[in-house]
């Protein structure tokens, strides 16, 4: 078991449409930076929002290269030397690394992210900022479909422990990553609910999934307005229900196109992100090396038959290196150059 001082945290931001996921995305990413933790932020949502909450403008936005249409180089330079892997075709977004494979870490420079990350300057220093962008029949490669965000899910299963380190995802509204096995890779996943009956539908049918694959997942309330909103949210969610955000002006204000200092976002709300922080990091604790790995795996055999195999004309069972851990053996893998 790693030590709690190792800790590269993946965050999941879920929930209804217009919910919130992309504002308190948004916020987490700016308190971390604030915290100077290096942060990779991932706008996994194929409406792309996350760059301008975090101060982009249209321009630069528009201008975030897309994973989806790197896919090919992607793939290429995860499967590496890995012999299970003899083709970039035959590479799915369940592919599981093994030996050989090239693992990704969030204080690196590598050929993924030259293409796919983008900067993006903070009041507290930078953040680099992935996006799955729009996704177009063209972008899919020969072998990724069913999912939007294929690109994220090969990344995150690519990618290794460093120290202190934060991968955000602000994901799509839809129930997209239960077709995939997106939704098990998050040491935490906070979702948002508003103080309404649509709010918590999405948390019931999240929690359902959660329960059945053990997945760590905390319910944040946003737009509560007074003691009904709370006690609404406290009497549908219970003990899962982690904190509460109010209306932020702060927030109204940047919205309005008027940037603002991160240090003036209201004092309660800068509490409810240091709950966030707090939560997500004792996550770590909980971390099952073993369950995220035959999760990993999982996933990929059903890829494989439901869809896979007959795509890639490969026997795709065949691309589980049945030694190989991610993370506690990862270490110990041979790089390939
Ligand atoms: N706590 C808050 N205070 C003030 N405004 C908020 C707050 N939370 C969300 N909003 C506003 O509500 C709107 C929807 O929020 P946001 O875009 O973050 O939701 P979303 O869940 O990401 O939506 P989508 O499903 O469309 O991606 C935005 O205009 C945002 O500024
Ligand atoms: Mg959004």
Not at 89 to 111: A, F, H, Q, V, Y
Request: glycine fraction near 8%; charge should be negative; include cysteine.
């Amino acid at each position: 078991m790693a030590t709690p001082s190792l800790l590269n945290m993946k965050i999941a931001f879920v929930g209804k449409g217009g919910s919130g996921k992309t504002t308190l995305s948004s916020l987490f990413i700016r308190h971390l930076a604030a915290a100077r933790v290096p942060v990779i932020a991932v706008d996994a949502d194929i409406n792309q929002h996350l760059g301008v909450a975090l101060g982009m403008d249209e321009a630069e936005a528009a201008a975030l290269p897309a994973m989806g249409a790197h896919l090919p180089l992607i793939k290429d330079y995860l499967r590496g030397g890995n012999a299970r892997i003899p083709s970039v075709e035959t590479m799915i977004k369940t592919t599981p690394p093994g030996e050989g494979s090239r693992l990704l870490r969030i204080c690196e420079d590598n050929p993924v992210y030259d293409a796919c990350a983008r900067p993006v300057a903070l009041d507290d220093g930078a953040v680099r900022l992935l996006a799955t962008g729009p996704f177009t029949e063209s972008d899919l490669g020969v072998a990724c479909y069913h999912s939007k965000v294929g690109a994220v899910e090969l990344c995150l299963n690519h990618l290794v422990d460093g120290r202190g380190e934060y991968v955000v995802v602000d994901m799509t509204a839809g129930s997209d990553s239960f077709a995939s096995g997106l939704f098990t890779r998050f040491d935490m996943t906070f979702l948002v609910a508003e103080p309404t009956r649509k709010g918590v539908a999405v948390y019931r049918q999240y929690q359902e999934y959660a329960r059945d694959f053990g997945v760590p997942l905390k319910v944040i309330g946003n737009k509560v307005q007074g003691p009904d909103d709370l006690a609404y949210l406290r009497a549908e969610v219970g003990e899962d229900l982690l904190v509460c955000v109010g209306h932020s002006d702060w927030v109204r204000t940047v919205e309005k196109g008027r940037p603002a200092p991160f240090a003036l976002l209201e004092e309660a709300n800068r509490r409810a992100l240091g709950t966030l922080h707090d939560t997500a990091d004792a996550a770590y604790e909980h971390r099952d090396w073993e369950r995220y790995t035959r999760q990993m795996v999982h996933f990929h055999l059903k890829n494989a038959e439901s869809w896979g195999n007959a795509k890639t004309g490969a026997d795709l069972a065949a691309q589980v290196d049945p030694a190989f851990v991610l993370f506690e053996g990862a270490a110990a893998t041979p790089q390939p150059a």
